[in-house]
Nanobody, 122 residues
Framework: QVQLVESGGGLVQAGGSLRLSCAAS????????MGWYRQAPGKQRELVGAITRSGTTKYVDSVKGRFTISRDNAKNTVYLQMNSLKPEDTAVYYC????????????????WGQGTQVTVSS
């Protein structure tokens, strides 16, 4: 099993920044893809961004140029730097991981964190 623990959420004004962290532990050998999803009230969960062990990234169009995903393989941690936040970024953000890249970016990752709330006030 793989455990994912998120941190860094909170309340921020529009235009501000937050940095989310996700630490992975357990049977992490072979975990290639890690990513961030979000779910706003009344909306479906969506992929925000994902990254492979070698650094390949993918973002949803709405966050391109504002959010940056990065990864420290030595620490088994993935980060999401969120700048120029907007009220529509308000959601619960979930860390996700899988051995297979397409599981993270196209279907359903096997491993999930508990989620961290991000609230952007206008």
């Amino acid at each position: 099993q793989v455990q994912l623990v998120e941190s860094g959420g909170g309340l921020v004004q529009a235009g501000g920044s937050l940095r989310l962290s996700c630490a992975a532990s357990g049977s992490i050998f072979g975990i290639n893809a890690m990513g961030w999803y979000r779910q706003a009230p009344g909306k479906q969960r969506e992929l925000v961004g994902a990254i492979t062990r070698s650094g390949t990234t993918k973002y949803v169009d709405s966050v391109k140029g504002r959010f940056t995903i990065s990864r420290d393989n030595a620490k088994n941690t993935v980060y999401l730097q969120m700048n120029s936040l907007k009220p529509e970024d308000t959601a619960v953000y979930y860390c996700a991981a899988d051995r297979i890249w397409t599981k993270v970016v196209e279907t359903t990752p096997r491993y999930w964190g508990q989620g961290t709330q991000v609230t952007v006030s206008s």
